[in-house]
């Protein structure tokens, strides 16, 4: 009989409704209190934890070092066959794409969510929860690394979204579409990831700012970024990669202090190249000593470079992988 461990963390999927709000409270359940809601899998053995019990706003760099050593113990443990972690939706990406990065075991990891409460009606909780179990119990998720579960569907960690508030099929991956479904307890992959990266994790997390291009942004928040230490620096630009021409000054400032620069685009798809030449764009802030993000989105290229920041990578080294 496979054995899966069940890590509940809070979110959503572990919520109730407070009575005296009629809100609801994220994060609410332990984890065997949300483990006995469900219709586990007969044939696997399932082990439940609760790590955290938090909305996923709470999430930062202390807990998701907790969550990543308390995996690494259970899947060095020959007995165990995979680990699930239930999420908050909020930075349920975030969470998974960092465990991606960071835990080198063969063995499944599915991390999941709900878009609606246990106790609400039509819940996608305890469907989740159960699919995720079997998902990580399957042997064709060996190798791959941090899975998302979500709507039936298997998304890499690299590039699955939220792109829905509430709606139940709230993740995808916008262009590169998903790995596999769970349809009536039959796992089924379609695609597998043809690399891996794994980073060890030599120094703390370091604090990487996102900075937004819009209409009419100037250098305010580059400058502040700066003057309170952050290590590195996200620039989430439009379209091929374009920032404001009032960044610039502040966007070199920051390369010659040392600061590590990634400039990404904010659309669903495609990826930062040099196509034009005008004050702002892709070419002038590589000149100025900016890496290039490729395809990443902002947040996941936060983490990505908070990981090889703390691996001791050099800049050189940032931008050889970044382009991979």
């Given amino acids: 009989m496979k ?155 690299r590039y699955v979204k939220k792109v829905h508030a509430s709606n139940v099929a709230g993740f995808t991956s916008e262009g590169y579409g998903y790995l596999g479904t769970v349809d009536q307890d039959i796992v089924t992959v379609y695609q597998k990831p043809l690399t891996r990266e794994v980073y060890s994790l030599k120094h703390d997390f370091p604090v990487v700012d996102i900075i937004p291009f819009y209409l009419g942004v100037d250098d305010r928040f580059i400058r502040t970024s700066i003057s309170t230490g952050a290590k590195g620096m996200i620039l989430e630009g439009s379209g091929r990669g374009h920032m404001a021409p009032e960044m610039s000054a502040a966007i070199e400032e920051a390369c010659n202090q040392g600061i590590i620069v990634v400039l990404t685009t904010k659309a669903g798809e495609g990826e930062v190249r040099h196509v034009y030449d005008f004050p702002g764009s892709v070419f002038d802030l590589t000149n100025k000593g900016v890496l290039i993000g490729k395809d990443y989105d902002s947040k996941k290229a936060r983490i990505k470079l908070a990981v090889l920041l703390a691996d001791g990578a050099s800049k050189e080294e940032i931008q050889r992988v970044f382009l991979k």
Avoid at 44 to 57: A, D
Avoid at 68 to 79: C, N
């Fill in 3 to 157: 054995k899966i461990i069940l890590l509940t963390t809070g979110g959503t999927i572990a919520s109730k409704v407070n009575p005296d709000t009629g809100l609801l409270s994220s994060g609410a359940l332990t984890g065997d209190e949300l483990a006995s809601m469900c219709k586990l899998p007969s044939k696997i053995g399932v082990e439940v934890e609760s790590v955290f019990q938090i909305p996923s706003n709470q999430m930062n760099a202390e807990r998701l070092s907790q969550l990543r050593e308390r995996i690494g113990v259970l899947l060095s443990d020959p007995q165990v066959d995979g680990v699930v972690v239930t999420h908050g939706t909020d930075t349920l990406e975030e969470t998974a794409y960092y465990l991606d990065l960071t835990i080198a075991n063969e063995k499944p990891i599915v991390i999941t969510g709900s878009q609606r409460g246990p106790f609400e009606l039509g819940t996608d909780a305890m469907i989740n929860i159960r699919q995720s179990i079997l998902a990580a119990a399957s042997d064709e998720l060996k190798g791959f690394g941090t899975v998302v579960l979500f709507n039936e569907r298997l998304f890499s960690a």
